[in-house]
């Protein structure tokens, strides 16, 4: 968690990133049917025809959306001005998995802000109770992909002791896949977390979870359900904190914050209308070589 004090304290962001987003299930849409919902500050109407087809539109300006659909899910590119998707999120595997269990909840944020939390490894610990967390890798930062890596000591029932280890990709900042691997049990799980806004003062935070095949037939889907309860209680505990929190473009960072600098650099790239400002600012001459010419 950082602290800090800068000129926007009592701010929040403001701006909504490009990228992809959850916008439904795909359950959720059946052949023939239409589904009506609000993201980006607009309604979105949702139409699958009898062959299987999906159309997501905008009925007030007649705007059609960039879309895929896999694992279950639908995502709508948005982009401020509307261009089209320049990167693709990757499709996970299906065979020998469990399908995606999804939780959702509203919360007053930001999918920067939520986002965040997969390079703050140092709340694991103080918000949600772990043992211990520390980073295996540095950030690896590839265009609009941002990789990490950490381990987390869990404790149960205060007496088994067993270690995760967890391998991060943000895709932008809607959407976030996280690899978890349980070496002791030899335990593979899939989990992402889902920022989709609302507006710029909400967000609908899905979060789901895949399990490999593991063990006895049922157990995968019995453990996903535990985990996936499991995930939605840990991210209860992070929302209070989403809905207060101020945006400090420089904060001072408490030990353990992590690579949270870093990782806002990364972030720039999703707010095309401010970096074109910064660059025409670094362009502009400055006034006192001009007058001194």
């Known amino acids: 968690m950082s602290l800090g004090q800068d000129s926007c304290s009592g701010s929040r962001l403001s701006g909504l990133p490009l990228g992809w987003y959850v916008v439904a299930e795909s359950r959720k849409v059946g052949r023939g049917q239409h589904l009506s919902r609000t993201y980006f500050g607009e309604k979105l109407r949702f139409y699958r025809t009898r062959s299987g087809d999906l159309r997501v539109t905008t009925p007030a300006s007649l705007r059609k959306w960039p879309i895929c659909e896999h694992n279950g899910l639908i995502f709508a590119w948005y982009h401020p001005d509307r261009t089209e998707p320049d990167w693709d999120i990757p499709v996970l595997p299906t065979d020998g998995w469990t399908n995606f269990r999804i939780r959702g909840m509203n919360v007053r944020s930001h999918p920067q802000e939520t986002t965040e939390n997969s390079v703050d490894v140092g709340h694991f610990v103080q918000v949600h109770g772990f043992g211990?967390?520390?980073?295996?890798?540095?950030?690896?930062?590839?265009?609009h992909l941002l990789k990490g890596a950490y381990g987390i000591d869990y404790m149960i029932f205060?007496?088994?002791?067993?270690?995760?280890?967890?391998?991060?990709?943000?895709?932008?900042?809607?959407?976030?896949?996280?690899?978890?691997?349980?070496?002791?049990?030899?335990?593979?799980?899939?989990?992402?977390?889902?920022?989709?806004?609302?507006?710029?003062?909400?967000?609908?935070?899905?979060?789901?979870?895949?399990?490999?095949?593991?063990?006895?037939?049922?157990?995968?889907?019995?453990?996903?359900?535990?985990?996936?309860?499991?995930?939605?209680y840990e991210v209860a505990q992070d929302a209070p904190i989403w809905s207060t929190k101020r945006y400090v473009e420089r904060p001072l960072l408490a030990e353990g914050d992590g690579p949270i600098a870093e990782y806002r650099r990364y972030c720039k790239q999703f707010y095309p209308q401010v970096e074109t400002v910064e660059q025409e600012l670094e362009q502009e001459p400055d006034p006192r070589q001009v007058s001194a010419a």
Do not use: C
């Not at 211990?132 to 265009?143: N, P, R, S, T």
């Not at 806004?197 to 899905?206: I, M, S, T």
């Open 132 to 143: 211990d967390a520390w980073y295996e890798d540095d950030l690896d930062i590839q265009g």
């Open 158 to 232: 205060g007496k088994l002791s067993f270690v995760a280890k967890f391998e991060v990709e943000v895709h932008g900042l809607g959407y976030s896949l996280v690899r978890i691997h349980l070496p002791r049990f030899g335990m593979r799980i899939h989990t992402l977390i889902l920022s989709t806004p609302v507006d710029e003062e909400r967000v609908h935070l899905r979060m789901g979870i895949s399990i490999k095949n593991w063990g006895f037939p049922g157990l995968p889907l019995l453990i996903r359900e535990i985990a996936s309860i499991r995930l939605g």
